[in-house]
């Protein structure tokens, strides 16, 4: 079935340093690749998508590039700082192709240390 | 805009009762997905709507939760009876269809005794 791969589980960084996760899926009919954030006793909020006819998107220190060959997709934080610490989740969809619910990877903890 | 609305924020019940949780999507939005979240196994899709209609309800645990959406305004999550391994974070999210992104309300934290 649809699967979403997400790595690492954790992941600490200094600050001002860049962290970088990496999923991949196995839906070929995949398009939209979102990125949520989570915060302690928070709700999952997204900083950044991509859809399937562009391989990077930036945001000030947010850059998502897709692979599609590979079927990777990865988030990249640069100068990170203290409040980036969260949980981040992965997940992709085909809204496109009728199918609107998002498979989710497990999740990222990231710490960043000041 | 006030969001994805869900009650109670916080539900503490015994073995056995009947909890339902309530959500209200945004406005406008035709898409509804109710999630659960523990540590163990993550986030995970339990049910979602197209225009009022269940979509897809592989993710339902087992015959003791149903989902209803009577309307564009409003769902529920029913669990009956409730067992303590359904304690957990639930979180209800609404989009609009071909859109993508989904919006999240602030979820019930369900805790069973």
């Known amino acids: 079935g649809e699967n979403v791969e997400q790595h690492p589980s954790t992941l600490s960084v200094q600050e001002g340093d860049s962290a970088v996760i990496k999923c991949t899926y196995s839906d070929s009919a995949s398009n939209y690749f979102p990125w949520y954030k989570q915060e302690l006793g928070k709700r999952p909020q997204l900083i950044i998508d991509?859809?399937?006819?562009?391989g990077e998107k930036k945001d000030q220190r947010i850059a998502v590039t897709l692979n599609k060959t590979a079927k990777h997709f990865s988030l990249h934080i640069t100068e990170t700082q203290p409040e980036d610490s969260a949980v981040y989740f992965c997940a992709a969809s085909a809204p496109e192709a009728g199918t609107y619910k998002y498979i989710f990877g497990t999740g990222t903890r990231l710490k960043v240390l000041a | 805009d006030a969001g994805v609305i869900q009650s109670p924020r916080h539900e503490v019940t015994e073995m056995g009762q009947e909890v339902t949780l309530r959500c209200k999507p945004i406005?406008?939005?035709?898409?509804l997905f109710w999630y659960r979240q523990t540590m163990m196994r993550g986030l995970e899709l339990l049910i979602y709507?197209?225009?009022?209609?269940?979509?897809?309800d592989s993710g339902m645990p087992e015959d003791r939760f149903s989902a209803k959406m009577p309307n564009a305004s409003f769902s529920t999550l029913k669990i009956q009876p409730s067992e303590p391994r359904d304690s957990a974070v639930y979180f209800c999210?609404?989009?609009?269809?071909?859109?993508?992104?989904?919006?999240f309300g602030p979820g019930t934290r369900l805790t069973v005794l």
């Open positions: 709507f197209n225009n009022n209609v269940p979509i897809d």
């Open positions: 991509i859809r399937s006819n562009v």
């Open positions: 406005s406008g939005h035709n898409s």
């Open positions: 999210a609404s989009s609009l269809v071909r859109q993508g992104e989904q919006f």
